[in-house]
């Protein structure tokens, strides 16, 4: 279990060096993700009631800005230890409450 929990973390790690090193790439994948997730949102934009699709995709386009800042503040957290070492432990309690079970 703990080899698990090291492999996660180291995983965490390179993600964040390598966001640090390669912040383009980095902000390319981020752009293609909201991209993929404003796309769809749009999509199935007709479903939502009465309001104008104006307002339809100017409110999802809203969501998706917030949801792109969230994501940045994710990713400044990670780079903190501290935060790092919480999520560790909180895996860790989750493997032993699943493998105990």
């Known amino acids: 279990m703990n080899l698990i929990v090291d492999q996660l973390e180291e995983l965490v790690v390179t993600l964040v ?16 993700v909201v991209g993929a997730f404003v796309g769809t949102l ?3 934009g007709g479903r939502r009631g009465h309001s104008s699709p ?3 995709v100017a ?3 809203r ?3 917030e949801a792109v800042e969230l994501a940045a503040l994710a ?6 230890p501290m935060v790092r070492g919480y999520i560790r ?3 860790e309690g989750q493997f032993k409450k699943r493998m105990a079970g």
């Open 17 to 32: 060096e390598e966001i640090r090193r390669r912040p383009g790439v980095a902000a390319a994948i981020l752009a293609a």
């Open 42 to 44: 749009i999509a199935k």
């Open 54 to 56: 104006a307002r339809g």
């Open 59 to 61: 409110h999802k386009a």
């Open 63 to 65: 969501d998706a800005s």
């Open 75 to 80: 990713f400044k957290l990670l780079q903190n």
């Open 89 to 91: 432990s909180a895996i």
